[in-house]
């Protein structure tokens, strides 16, 4: 923090080199990042939840520590160190990254604030370029960013403009740029994340982009689905990552993709029937169904959490079901359809693999990861910066009280709250190709 605050006193009288330091510091930011996630991944589920419930029941604690005399501080940090075990250091050093992570990003927040105190200014125009540039070139191709992109996120959401303009931005490099294909694949999943959990971001861009997400996977199964032997996330590994972004927008904004659309849930419990008289905007169902039931088969290679999901919301709103394809998908050996003797290698350096192995696990090994960015925040002193912001998890209308051991296939048999997921960022310069 001391580094942060130093290099915002340069800015203070030495304004020509913005750009620059807000640069440095999300280079600095993302690393920490990534650091911090892969320790909390490494470590037991409860003891990182410990952690982060301890940071926020303390605050202050990092304002106090600044007042310390730093060579006291440092003398005393040394001497506890030495008196803990391996174990007790990783978890202080988690911890340490913790509380810094969200340090710093609460000192962004209130560092780019004021700039967007009138968000349709030219100042706050100038200042969210530099957060777009930010996110093209060090957010955007960094491996497992977790939480540096909700800069983005908050102020993309002060104007329907910004909004506009970051989702028109996301467009342009999922579908329109001629980067390495991982890095357009993580650009769509910005994308839908961005739609999907923005509570700020109106139905009308929901539609939008879903409409355009389409028009682009309509295009690829075009061109792809004539000599398609069955489903291959190695060679079409841009039609799954693009259709699991329609899911997901689906899973959370599908109110916004009805013809009139009731906010109060109820409606659903006292009336089922209303469910049958659902009125979907047009091309809607049209194109889902294109695209689950072409020859590329989608549900096979998008993420099983997303898959059941939208299987169960789907089934529930009478919108289409899927439960016979995803029972003959069971059948279904992805290795036999991949490029190569049983995969050469290629994937194992793809970003949706993220490491996983061949041991008991093949079928996996050739599926998508659940990636969506923008899942839930969970920096508790920063959050407050994103409460307002941010879509939570519904679920189903009518289910609120559904036996979950229940399983009765007609009611949605096998679903996952994608509020729950474990979503890992990945973005390296391998990538599969269409």
């Not at 203070?12 to 892969?38: C, G, H, N, S, W």
């Not at 000599?227 to 190695?234: A, E, F, N, V």
């Not at 194109?287 to 959490?305: D, F, G, H």
Request: proline fraction near 4%.
């Amino acid at each position: 923090m001391s580094y942060i605050n130093s290099l915002m006193r340069v800015i203070e009288y030495a304004p020509e080199l913005k750009a620059e330091i807000f640069a440095l510091i999300t280079e600095r930011l993302v690393k920490i990042d990534v650091q911090m996630q892969t320790d909390l991944d490494d470590l037991d589920d409860e003891v990182a939840a410990a952690i982060v419930q301890a940071i926020s029941l303390q605050p202050d604690r990092i304002e106090e520590e600044e007042d310390l005399d730093d060579e006291d501080s440092d003398m005393d940090s040394v001497t506890s160190d030495e008196s803990l075990d391996d174990e007790a250091s990783r978890i202080k050093e988690v911890q340490g990254n913790v509380e810094k992570m969200d340090a710093i990003l609460d000192t962004l927040f209130s560092t780019y604030n004021p700039y967007f105190s009138d968000p349709n200014s030219l100042l706050a125009q100038s200042m969210f370029d530099t957060l777009l540039s930010h996110f093209r070139n060090i957010i955007l191709p960094t491996y497992r960013s977790r939480h540096t992109q909700f800069l983005l996120f908050h102020f993309a959401q002060t104007s329907e403009h910004l909004v506009d303009t970051f989702a028109g931005e996301c467009v342009e490099l999922a579908f329109k740029s001629g980067r390495p294909a991982v890095l357009k694949q993580s650009a769509a999943a910005y994308l839908a994340s961005f739609v999907a959990r923005g509570a700020r971001v109106p139905p009308h861009v929901v539609r939008d982009v879903f409409d355009y997400i389409g028009t682009c996977l309509d295009a690829i199964r075009d061109e792809n689905e004539q000599t398609c032997r069955g489903p291959d996330l190695q060679r079409y590994g841009t039609f799954y990552a693009t259709t699991q972004a329609l899911l997901y927008i689906f899973c959370f904004r599908w109110r916004d993709l009805l013809v009139s659309s009731d906010d109060d849930d109820d409606v659903f419990e006292d009336d089922p029937a209303a469910l049958l008289a659902l009125e979907w905007h047009a091309g809607v169902k049209e194109l889902m169904w294109r695209t689950i039931y072409s020859r590329l088969n989608p549900l096979k290679i998008c993420a099983p959490p997303i898959v059941e999901e939208f299987a169960r919301i789907a089934s529930r709103l009478r919108f289409m079901q899927v439960y016979t394809l995803l029972d003959a998908n069971k059948r279904i050996r992805l290795s036999q359809f991949t490029l190569g003797a049983g995969g050469n290698g290629v994937l194992r350096e793809s970003a949706f693999t993220n490491g996983r192995k061949l041991d008991g696990e093949e079928e996996s090994w050739h599926m998508l990861d659940a990636y969506f960015p923008f899942d839930p925040y969970q920096l508790p002193i920063s959050r407050r910066w994103i409460a307002s912001d941010y879509v939570e998890w519904k679920g189903i209308p009518g289910e609120a009280d559904r036996d979950d051991s229940t399983n009765d296939e007609d009611e949605e048999d096998g679903g996952v709250d994608l509020e729950d997921e474990d979503v890992d960022t990945a973005t390296d310069d391998d990538g599969e190709t269409s």
